[in-house]
């Protein structure tokens, strides 16, 4: 779970800002999930060293707690709500090789197009 929050913040951030501020967008991001990459271990083995083991488990808990009521629907306004993404390659159909399609999960996925 922890891997992929990085993915969505970004996706999530630029739906909501406008083209100009993405940038500075990124570079606060990085800034900040660098700063928690580097303060999130040391807080929690700290927490760990005094308390136990389980205290990873209730950090992890915790940190998750805080990043669901911060980050609510309401929160969010869609002022700059950008409906497609700013990329004019992303129409272009997609084409595999013949061989690609005799595997199942290929088939599966390309047929929801």
């Known amino acids: 779970m922890v891997f992929t929050l990085y993915p969505m913040a970004v996706a999530l951030a630029n739906d909501h800002v406008?083209?100009?501020?993405?940038v500075p967008l990124s570079a606060m991001l990085l800034v900040?999930?660098?700063?928690?990459a580097s303060i999130g271990p040391l807080?929690?083995?700290?927490?760990?060293?005094?308390?136990?083991?389980?205290?990873?488990?209730i950090f992890m808990?915790?940190?998750?707690?805080i990043l669901v009521f911060r980050v609510r629907a309401d929160a969010v306004t869609g002022e700059n709500l950008v409906e497609?993404?700013?990329?004019?390659?992303?129409?272009?159909?997609?084409?595999?090789?013949?061989?690609r399609w005799r595997q199942p999960l290929t088939r599966a996925l390309m047929s929801r197009q």
Not at 18 to 22: E, I, V
Not at 61 to 65: E, I, K, L, M, V
Not at 88 to 98: D, H, K, L
Request: charged letters at 15%.
């Open 18 to 22: 406008k083209p100009d501020d993405r």
């Open 32 to 36: 900040t999930f660098g700063l928690g």
């Open 43 to 57: 807080l929690s083995s700290a927490m760990m060293k005094l308390w136990g083991a389980s205290m990873l488990y």
């Open 61 to 65: 808990a915790a940190c998750s707690a």
């Open 84 to 99: 497609a993404a700013p990329c004019s390659s992303c129409r272009r159909p997609v084409t595999w090789p013949a061989h």
